[in-house]
C-alpha cells in the first residue's frame, strides 16, 4: 500500500567520558542508485518492532540498566569539537545560525507557489483512511502532489498542523518537503482512467469519477464551498523508504554514526513535544536518492505533520496522547499495582475539562495543563529519544530559544486559519511551551555557550539569564584551570559575577593551552551545576564540551 510519509558531511566527532575529543573524519564515496536498497515501509512491523520486540531487548539490557543507576549517559557521537551539529542530509542549522526573517519562517520550504489549477488535478491514486480519503495528483505542470484533509468535524485542524508544524522542522534545520494551502472545488479536480484507490477494507480498485466524488462528500467545505487540503510537494529522486531512529544505513558510505547518537535523531522527542507532535515515527520519513554537486546524496526527510498540535486525522486529540506510548508497560504496571485508582495526568486534565474539548475544533485539544517536558511520550517508545543527555537537551533548547514570539506567530499564520482567533491560541500555547522546554533544559544543563578568548580574556553567554529563564543577580561562574591533557594538573581556580574570566596570558603563551573547566551557581541552589569544558590556547577557542 502506497503511503504518504514519502519524503554530507559530518564533522569531527566527540565521544567518550565527559570531556574526550575525538576527531572523525568520513569519506566521501560517489554512490549510484542502485547501491542504496529500499527500506521496507510498514507501520504493523514497526508498531511490533518497538513496541514488543525492541522493549524486550531493553529490559534485558544489563548494560541500559547500569548506565540508568550510575547515570552514565552516552555521548552523541556526531557533534564536532565545539559541541554542535555540523550540516549533513539530516541536518542543516537555520534559524540557529542566522535568524531567518518572519517571512522566511513562514514561507518554509518552497520550490513553487503550490499546484497549479489552470486545469483539472488528475488523480492518478487515492487511500481511504478510515472514512477520510487522501489523493495523490497531479497539476498542469505535471507536477505530483500528495493532498490531506481535514476531519469534518473540524476544518483548519490537521491541514493547519500540518503546514504549521512543517514550517518550525524546516526552520529549526530539518528536511521537509513543500507544504501548501489548496483550496479547490469539485470541477478541478477528476480522476484519470488508470487511477487505483486503497479501500478501507485493505483490497485496491479502479478510482472512478463517481467514487472520487463519493470520496469529496465527506470532506468539509467552506463558507465559499471550497475544499481545503494540505498539498505535499513530492521531492524529487528516487525513494528509498524510510530511515531508521537506532541504525545506520549500512548500504550508505557516508552514514558512518549509529542514529541513535546522532544528537539531531536524539532531539526530536524534544521538539516532537514543542509542537505535540506524539505520531513522530520512522514511518513518516523518507530517504530520497538525489544527485547534487555532481554526485548521488542520499537525503533524510521528515514528513506527514497532520497529528501535530492539537490535531489527527480524525479529530481533537485524545487526552491521553502525549502522555502515555501505544503500548506503555510503565503505565500499565503501575495501574495494576494502585487496582487503577490512581488517577493520571491526563485523566486528571480530561476530568478538569469536563470531558469535552475546551475552545475551537480547529485547534483541537492542545493545551499546556499538566504538560511535562521530560516526560513527553511519542507513540512509539523509541529508545534513540530517551537517550537524550543533558548536553543535547541544551543544543535542543537553544534552538528553541531561538524563536522570538513574533516568529512563532509567523509559523503559526502558515496555517491559514480562517478565524484569527484560532491562529492566536495555537501560538500563545506553542510560546509557553516553548519556555516551559528552554526553562527545564537550562535548568538542569550548562547553559553556557558562545565561547570567545581574546587578549587574556574568555567571555561567554549565559542564555538562562540572556533569555529571561534565570536572574543574573547573585550567580557565580566558577572556573578550574588545568593544563592540557586528559590527566592535566590543576593549576588555578577563578570565580566572577559576570560571564567573564580574566586568564593568566602565560596559560596560553606559544606552545601552550588550557582545560577550563567552568560551573555555574546559582542563589536559588547549595552546589553549581553541570559543567561545560573549554580548550583554550593562544590561538583562542579550540573546543568546547557540555557535560553530559
Given at each position: ?63 541500559r ?9 552516552i ?40 499546484p ?35 476531519p ?8 493547519g ?48 469519477q ?69 505520531d ?21 526527510y ?154 587574556g ?12 529563564f ?22 588555578a ?56
Amino acid at each position: 500500500m502506497r503511503k504518504s510519509r514519502v519524503l554530507k558531511k559530518i564533522g569531527l566527532g566527540i565521544g567518550g567520558g565527559l570531556l574526550c575529543f575525538a576527531a572523525v573524519a568520513p569519506v566521501l564515496l560517489a554512490r549510484e542508485a542502485g547501491e542504496i536498497k529500499t527500506n521496507p515501509e510498514t507501520f504493523y512491523s514497526e508498531f511490533f518492532e518497538q513496541s514488543f520486540y525492541d522493549e524486550g531487548v531493553n529490559l534485558l539490557d544489563f548494560g541500559r540498566w547500569g548506565r540508568k543507576i550510575f547515570r552514565q549517559e552516552i555521548p552523541s557521537a556526531n557533534v564536532n569539537v565545539f559541541d554542535e551539529v555540523p550540516d549533513s542530509s539530516f541536518f542543516t542549522n537555520r534559524h540557529g545560525r542566522k535568524r531567518l526573517s518572519a517571512e522566511e519562517i513562514e514561507k518554509g520550504y518552497r520550490e513553487n507557489n503550490g499546484p497549479d489549477l489552470s486545469q483539472p488535478l488528475r488523480v492518478i491514486e487515492a487511500e481511504q483512511r478510515g472514512i477520510y480519503p487522501r489523493f495523490w495528483v497531479k497539476d498542469a505542470q505535471d507536477e505530483e502532489y500528495l493532498l490531506e484533509f481535514d476531519p469534518q468535524i473540524a476544518l483548519d485542524l490537521s491541514t493547519g498542523a500540518e503546514l504549521v508544524a512543517s514550517r518550525f522542522y524546516y526552520a529549526l534545520g530539518y528536511h521537509v518537503p513543500q507544504y501548501t494551502p489548496l483550496f479547490f472545488n469539485p470541477d478541478q479536480i477528476q480522476a484519470v482512467s488508470a487511477a487505483m484507490t486503497w479501500e478501507d477494507t485493505g483490497f485496491k480498485k479502479p478510482l472512478t469519477q463517481k467514487r472520487l466524488m463519493e470520496y469529496l462528500l465527506v470532506l468539509p467545505q467552506n463558507a465559499q464551498g471550497l475544499y481545503r487540503a494540505s498539498a505535499q510537494k513530492i521531492p524529487q529522486g528516487e525513494k528509498k523508504g524510510p530511515f531508521s531512529f537506532e541504525k545506520r544505513r549500512k548500504d550508505d558510505p557516508e552514514d558512518i554514526v549509529n542514529h541513535r547518537d546522532r544528537r539531531e535523531i536524539r532531539a526530536l522527542g524534544i521538539f516532537a513535544s514543542w509542537l505535540n507532535h506524539f505520531d513522530l515515527c520512522e514511518t513518516s520519513t523518507q530517504d530520497f536518492l538525489v544527485h547534487e554537486g555532481g554526485q548521488n546524496v542520499l537525503k533524510h526527510y521528515l514528513m506527514d505533520f497532520n497529528g501535530a498540535l492539537g490535531a489527527t486525522r480524525e479529530g481533537p486529540k485524545d487526552p491521553m496522547l502525549g502522555h502515555e506510548h501505544a503500548v506503555d508497560y510503565g503505565e500499565t504496571l503501575k495501574t495494576m499495582f494502585l487496582l487503577g485508582f490512581r488517577e493520571k495526568p491526563w485523566q486528571k486534565k480530561w476530568r478538569e475539562d469536563k470531558e469535552i474539548v475546551p475552545g475551537s475544533p480547529a485547534v483541537g485539544y492542545f493545551t499546556n495543563q499538566y504538560f511535562d517536558p521530560a516526560g513527553y511520550k511519542t507513540f512509539f517508545p523509541y529508545e534513540s529519544l530517551r537517550m537524550a543527555t543533558r548536553a543535547d537537551g541544551f543544543w535542543a533548547a537553544k534552538l528553541l530559544a531561538d524563536f522570538s514570539d513574533a516568529d512563532i506567530r509567523a509559523a503559526v499564520k502558515a496555517g491559514e486559519y480562517e478565524n484569527p482567533e484560532d491562529a492566536e491560541a495555537i501560538a500563545k500555547t506553542l510560546i509557553e511551551r516553548r519556555d516551559i522546554i528552554v526553562r527545564h533544559w537550562f535548568s538542569c544543563s550548562s547553559p553556557l555557550d558562545q565561547f570567545e578568548s581574546s587578549g587574556g580574556r574568555l567571555s561567554f553567554k549565559d542564555l538562562a539569564v540572556e533569555k529571561g529563564f534565570e536572574s543574573g543577580d547573585g550567580t557565580l561562574y566558577r572556573a578550574e584551570i588545568f593544563t592540557q591533557g586528559k590527566k592535566g594538573k590543576k593549576i588555578a581556580e577563578l570565580e566572577a559575577r559576570e560571564p567573564l574570566l580574566a586568564l593568566d596570558p602565560s596559560w596560553t603563551a606559544a606552545g601552550s593551552g588550557v582545560r577550563v573547566i567552568l560551573r555555574t551557581l546559582r542563589p536559588s541552589s547549595k552546589k553549581p551545576g553541570p559543567a561545560v569544558e573549554i580548550l583554550l590556547n593562544a590561538d583562542g577557542v579550540q573546543g568546547i564540551r557540555h557535560e553530559d
